[in-house]
């Protein structure tokens, strides 16, 4: 499987810390999924409500959070950050958590390959790198195609929900999803499930305006 030249993250080294590195080792069997076809994702959380599939879980605390707060969805996370997943891991276990499983993979992939067509009910994309510089703008992960491959994989009536604090980011998002004719939305209220993350909050720190934006599949 060949990855996108433009990787939309930074390749950064597969150790943490002892923490986190032994928090992969005893819980992936856990919560990890190693696909090798199309997944059935109701074998994965069969009493769930509902199935969000969250794109980039980072370190994990406030996804951890989302998901302890939310026990009936279940909740995909794909993270490429070994380290983060160990930490979302190991806060997911201390909360009892049992609603979370993990891909360990870059999102275009685990979309083109593994997850079935109509079988989220939302798709969550908080703080993506906003590659602020002008030749790294390729590499956003909001791309007219990435949007052709996240649409048929969501069900009728979901959506697609992004935060950032990168103003040019929000304006950036809100114009490919405008061209595209696989979503409808806009900006929206910051909603109250969401906790204030590591990198939300250094963005806060540095006077950084938070945007939320949601999109229904059309
Ligand atoms: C800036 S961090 C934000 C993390 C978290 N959502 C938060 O709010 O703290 C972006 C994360 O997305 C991950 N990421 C970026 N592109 C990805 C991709 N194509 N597939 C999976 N994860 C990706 C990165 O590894 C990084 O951990």
Avoid: C
């Avoid at 079988?119 to 002008?134: E, I, Q, R």
């Avoid at 696989?182 to 993350?197: A, C, T, V």
């Amino acid at each position: 499987m060949e990855r996108p030249d433009n990787r939309s993250y930074t390749l950064r080294g597969a150790r943490g810390t002892p923490a986190q590195d032994a928090a992969y080792a005893s819980l992936w069997e856990t919560y990890g999924i190693n696909p090798s076809g199309t997944l059935n994702l109701s074998d994965y959380f069969p009493n769930s409500k509902r199935i969000i599939m969250e794109i980039g879980s980072g370190m994990g605390e406030a996804t951890a959070g989302i998901i302890q707060n939310d026990p009936e969805t279940g909740f995909l996370a794909v993270e490429v950050h070994k380290p983060g997943i160990g930490a979302l891991m190991s806060f997911a276990n201390k909360n009892g958590s049992n609603n979370l499983r993990i891909i360990e993979e870059d999102a275009h992939l685990v979309l083109e390959h593994w997850i079935p067509d109509n079988s989220l009910d939302a798709v969550h994309l908080f703080f993506p790198d906003p590659w602020p510089k002008n030749r790294h703008k390729k590499r956003r992960i909001i791309q007219g195609p990435f949007l052709e491959l996240i649409a048929p994989k969501i069900k009728a009536g979901g959506y697609i929900h992004i935060a950032t604090d990168w103003v040019q980011y929000a304006e950036w998002i809100a114009e490919v999803l405008r061209q595209s004719p696989l979503f409808h939305g806009g900006e929206i209220e910051r909603p109250e499930f969401r906790p204030i993350s590591k990198f939300e909050g250094q963005g806060l720190r540095k006077g950084h305006k938070v945007t939320d934006l949601r999109f229904f599949k059309s």
